[in-house]
C-alpha cells in the first residue's frame, strides 16, 4: 500500500486548461471519490495518477516515488473502468490471472491469488464460465478480481457502476466499500453520483471546472458546504436556495425574501443589515404544518410509503420538502413552514462563498 500526492498538478489541451493547479493527499489505506458534474477534470486526473494522460506542469508521487514519467505498468496500480474489458474467449479465472501470466509469475503463484481474489468476490463457482454466461454485476466484479490479483499499491476505479442497473448498483457499491475495509489498499474512486460518493468514501473531493471546490468527511460536507455549488451538489434531494436581504435588529437576524416572508437566522452570523445572500435549506429540515409565519403552495406531491416529498412554491422559488409520513394534502393547498436558524445555511449573495 502506499499513499498518493498530487502537487500543483495541471493539465492543458493546448490553450483550454482542464485541470488548474490541484493539491491532494491521500493517505495509505484510504478511499478517496473524486466527485463532480461531467466535464469536471475528475476522470483526468485518475487518469494521470494511472499514467495514462500526460501531465502539463505539477508532480504526482505513490508513495515516496514521483511518478510523472513512470510508465503505467510499473506504478504498481491497478485500475478499475467502467466497461469491464474482459476478454470474451477467456474463462474467469484465465481473466482474472492474465496480468499476473504476462509479468511470468508462478502458476502456482496465480492460482492461489485467482482462487482468493475469487473466493472474496464470490466468483468461485463461476471459474470456468465466460463472461457471456454472466450478469453484469458478475462480470464487474471479475474485472474487479483481475485488479486484486495484482496486489497493486493503489486501485483506481473509474465510474465502475455506471452500466448497471439502480439496484444492482446499490449492491455493488456496499461490496466494493467492504472489499476495501478488507484489503485496506489505498484507492481513488471516480464518479458523477453524490450518493455513491456519501456512502462509500472515507473523504469526498468535490470538483468544478478543473478545480478542487472542497475536501472533506461525507458529512463534514453535507454539514459545511464551503460555497453553493457544493451544497447544491451533495446531498439527494438537493439543498434548496432562495435570494434575500439580511434584516438586522440588535441580536435578531432574519432573512427577508422577495416575497416579503422573512427567515430566522442565528444572530452570531457575520451579516449585517441590508446584506444580499442567498440561503440554503435542506429539505429534510424543513418542518410542515408548523406554526411559523413561513407560508408556501404545494405543486406536487410524491408519496414513497414511509415518507412523502413535496414540491412547493415559495417566495417565486420551487422548494423540495422531505417529510416523514403521509398526507392528506394536495396540490393547490397552502401549507405552514418550520425552519430553525440553526439548519439555515448562508451564502454571500455575489461569490457564493459560505458565510460562517
Same mark, same amino acid.
Given at each position: 500500500?502506499?499513499?498518493?500526492?498530487?502537487?500543483?498538478?495541471?493539465?492543458? $489541451?493546448?490553450?483550454?486548461?482542464?485541470?488548474?493547479?490541484?493539491?491532494?493527499?491521500?493517505?495509505?489505506?484510504?478511499?478517496?471519490?473524486?466527485?463532480?458534474?461531467?466535464?469536471?477534470?475528475?476522470?483526468?486526473?485518475?487518469?494521470?495518477?494511472?499514467?495514462?494522460? @500526460?501531465?502539463?506542469?505539477?508532480?504526482?508521487?505513490?508513495?515516496?516515488?514521483? %511518478?510523472?514519467?513512470?510508465?503505467?505498468?510499473?506504478?504498481?496500480?491497478?485500475?478499475?473502468?467502467?466497461? $469491464?474489458?474482459?476478454?470474451?474467449?477467456? *474463462?474467469?479465472?484465465?481473466?482474472?490471472?492474465?496480468?499476473?501470466?504476462?509479468?511470468?509469475?508462478?502458476?502456482?503463484?496465480?492460482?492461489?491469488?485467482?482462487?482468493?481474489?475469487?473466493?472474496?468476490?464470490?466468483?468461485?463457482?463461476?471459474?470456468?464460465?465466460?463472461?457471456?454466461?454472466?450478469?453484469?454485476?458478475?462480470?464487474?466484479?471479475?474485472?474487479?478480481?483481475?485488479?486484486? %490479483?495484482?496486489?497493486?499499491?493503489?486501485?483506481?476505479?473509474?465510474?465502475?457502476?455506471?452500466?448497471?442497473?439502480?439496484?444492482?448498483?446499490?449492491?455493488?457499491?456496499?461490496?466494493?466499500?467492504?472489499?476495501?475495509?478488507?484489503?485496506?489498499?489505498?484507492?481513488? $474512486?471516480?464518479?458523477?453520483?453524490?450518493?455513491?460518493?456519501?456512502?462509500?468514501?472515507?473523504?469526498?473531493?468535490?470538483?468544478?471546472?478543473?478545480?478542487?471546490?472542497?475536501?472533506?468527511?461525507?458529512?463534514?460536507? $453535507?454539514?459545511?458546504?464551503?460555497?453553493?455549488?457544493?451544497?447544491?451538489?451533495?446531498?439527494?434531494?438537493?439543498?434548496?436556495?432562495?435570494?434575500?436581504?439580511?434584516?438586522?435588529?440588535?441580536?435578531?437576524?432574519?432573512? @427577508?425574501?422577495?416575497?416579503?416572508?422573512?427567515?430566522?437566522?442565528?444572530?452570531?452570523?457575520?451579516? @449585517? *443589515?441590508?446584506?444580499?445572500?442567498?440561503?440554503?435549506?435542506?429539505?429534510?429540515?424543513?418542518?410542515?404544518? /408548523?406554526?411559523?409565519?413561513?407560508?408556501?403552495?404545494? @405543486?406536487?406531491?410524491?408519496?414513497?410509503?414511509?415518507?412523502?416529498?413535496?414540491?412547493?412554491?415559495?417566495?417565486?422559488?420551487?422548494?423540495?420538502?422531505?417529510?416523514?409520513?403521509?398526507?392528506?394534502?394536495?396540490?393547490? *393547498? /397552502?401549507?405552514?413552514?418550520?425552519?430553525?436558524?440553526?439548519?439555515?445555511?448562508?451564502?454571500?449573495?455575489?461569490?457564493?462563498?459560505?458565510?460562517?
Amino acid at each position: 500500500m502506499a499513499s498518493v500526492t498530487i502537487s500543483n498538478v495541471q493539465k492543458n $489541451y493546448g490553450a483550454m486548461n482542464v485541470l488548474s493547479a490541484v493539491d491532494l493527499s491521500i493517505a495509505d489505506g484510504e478511499f478517496v471519490v473524486l466527485v463532480g458534474p461531467s466535464g469536471c477534470g475528475k476522470s483526468t486526473l485518475l487518469r494521470m495518477i494511472a499514467g495514462l494522460e @500526460e501531465i502539463s506542469a505539477g508532480e504526482i508521487k505513490i508513495g515516496d516515488r514521483v %511518478v510523472n514519467d513512470v510508465a503505467p505498468k510499473d506504478r504498481d496500480i491497478a485500475m478499475v473502468f467502467q466497461s $469491464y474489458a474482459l476478454y470474451p474467449h477467456m *474463462d474467469v479465472a484465465s481473466n482474472m490471472g492474465f496480468s499476473l501470466m504476462l509479468r511470468k509469475t508462478a502458476k502456482e503463484l496465480v492460482l492461489n491469488r485467482v482462487g482468493s481474489a475469487a473466493k472474496r468476490l464470490g466468483l468461485d463457482v463461476y471459474l470456468q464460465r465466460l463472461p457471456r454466461q454472466l450478469s453484469g454485476g458478475q462480470r464487474q466484479r471479475v474485472a474487479m478480481g483481475r485488479a486484486i %490479483v495484482r496486489d497493486p499499491k493503489v486501485f483506481l476505479f473509474d465510474e465502475p457502476l455506471s452500466n448497471l442497473d439502480a439496484k444492482l448498483r446499490v449492491h455493488m457499491r456496499t461490496e466494493i466499500k467492504a472489499l476495501h475495509q478488507q484489503l485496506k489498499t489505498t484507492s481513488v $474512486y471516480v464518479t458523477h453520483d453524490q450518493v455513491e460518493a456519501m456512502t462509500m468514501a472515507d473523504r469526498i473531493v468535490v470538483m468544478h471546472d478543473g478545480v478542487i471546490q472542497q475536501v472533506g468527511t461525507p458529512l463534514e460536507l $453535507y454539514d459545511h458546504p464551503a460555497n453553493l455549488f457544493v451544497a447544491g451538489f451533495i446531498g439527494s434531494p438537493g439543498m434548496n436556495f432562495l435570494p434575500a436581504v439580511v434584516a438586522r435588529q440588535g441580536n435578531k437576524v432574519s432573512a @427577508e425574501l422577495t416575497d416579503g416572508q422573512m427567515i430566522p437566522l442565528r444572530p452570531e452570523l457575520k451579516v @449585517e *443589515d441590508g446584506d444580499r445572500v442567498t440561503v440554503g435549506i435542506r429539505p429534510e429540515n424543513i418542518e410542515v404544518g /408548523t406554526s411559523a409565519a413561513l407560508k408556501a403552495k404545494i @405543486e406536487v406531491i410524491e408519496p414513497l410509503g414511509l415518507s412523502t416529498q413535496f414540491y412547493t412554491r415559495l417566495a417565486g422559488q420551487q422548494v423540495c420538502i422531505f417529510a416523514m409520513g403521509r398526507t392528506d394534502r394536495g396540490p393547490g *393547498d /397552502t401549507i405552514a413552514l418550520g425552519i430553525k436558524p440553526a439548519d439555515v445555511h448562508v451564502f454571500h449573495g455575489k461569490t457564493g462563498l459560505r458565510l460562517s
